[in-house]
């Protein structure tokens, strides 16, 4: 007589950012329950945190989540978009090699990555190799303006005696963040305060 196939255990991780608490993490569980159903998975855990910010690697919740995947608690983790999840594609590409080495799935819903098959596996190298190449492509821009307004007689990214200078491309900025650089590092390189750039993050909005 067969032995029946172990259903798999999956944990469901939900996010609801600072800029959004009024919205109701409900609404991505309820779509992570539903494709569990269809899939015939055992829902072992919910780990939910509200009103936290995408650009904290460190969360209560996703903390107990990383947690308990150690304890060998689910087979797979189950997230509705991978910015739920992850503050940026190399904190996304570390958690995987974690899964990795504990046996543990992890899968986008609505994003159609799965690391449980060949394709999603596939589908997340070409993500961290773009990731890659698009960080290096605005650190050379950056560095190409930096030419550019030495040249024109600026310094360490500041015109002499022309505080405007200052202005700098904020969604540039955000997008090296999103991509892993440390805003400390931007700032020297733009020759700014690093509470600069959180001032002109915070008042442009994505």
């Not at 032995?3 to 569980?29: G, W």
């Amino acid at each position: 007589m067969d032995t029946p196939e172990r259903r798999l255990r999956a944990a469901l991780y939900a996010r609801v950012s600072t800029q959004n608490h009024h919205q109701d993490p409900e609404v991505q569980l309820r779509e992570l329950r539903e494709y569990c159903q269809r899939k015939g998975w055992d829902i072992t855990g919910e780990y939910v945190d509200h009103g936290i910010s995408g650009t904290k690697e460190s969360r209560p919740e996703l903390n107990r989540l990383m947690s308990d995947a150690a304890d060998q608690k689910f087979d797979v983790v189950l997230v509705w978009k991978f910015d739920r999840f992850a503050r940026s594609v190399p904190h996304l590409l570390k958690a995987l090699e974690t899964f990795q080495s504990q046996g543990i799935a992890f899968v986008a819903a609505t994003e159609g990555i799965d690391t449980s098959t060949p394709t999603g596996r596939m589908v997340l190298i070409v993500v961290g190799a773009v990731a890659e190449l698009e960080r290096n492509l605005i650190t050379e821009r950056i560095r190409a303006g930096l030419r550019k307004a030495k040249a024109k007689g600026t310094k360490s990214g500041r015109a002499i005696g022309h505080p405007r200078a200052k202005d700098f491309d904020v969604n540039e900025v955000r997008q090296r963040i999103f991509l892993g650089e440390r805003q400390q590092d931007i700032a020297d390189e733009l020759g700014v305060s690093r509470t600069l750039i959180i001032k002109r993050l915070n008042e442009v909005k994505p």
